[in-house]
């Protein structure tokens, strides 16, 4: 499976972004998804994933209430809406699937992911 992210950027801080992850090559609702970042130099961090039912979603702490990630199973894509954005959100943004996670589970270590997308810069100005 490949997966392709977009819609990284700068916007300001309290502003708003939303990244994009679309999926080819593989049954969209076999995957688990989920949004980690990364810093250099910092290990891989989870900030969202959604189970392939969509029902079951699990964010980071430090994002919780801020961010919303969804997935249009028929546009085989998942976003990540970032809202109220603050600079310590600057990072690069993975997207990554999961193979063969049950229905309604969510993986939050990077471990369990086998697909990555390309990374998209989120740079927050303050």
């Known amino acids: 499976v490949q997966l392709q992210a977009s819609g990284g950027g700068l916007e300001q801080a309290g502003g708003s972004l939303r990244l994009s992850c679309a999926v080819s090559?593989?049954?969209?609702?076999?995957?688990?998804m989920s949004w980690f970042r990364q810093a250099p130099g910092k290990e891989r961090e989870f900030v969202a994933g959604?189970?392939?039912?969509?029902?079951?979603?699990a964010y980071d702490n430090s994002v919780k209430g801020r961010f919303t990630i969804s997935r249009g199973n028929a546009k085989n894509t998942v976003y990540l809406q970032m809202n109220s954005l603050k600079s310590e959100d600057t990072d690069i943004y993975y997207c990554a699937a999961s193979l063969g996670t049950p229905w309604d589970s969510v993986r939050a270590d990077a471990g369990e992911y086998s697909s990555w997308g390309q990374g998209t810069l989120v740079t927050v100005s303050s």
């Open positions: 959604i189970s392939r039912s969509g029902r079951k979603i």
């Open positions: 090559g593989g049954t969209f609702d076999y995957y688990a």
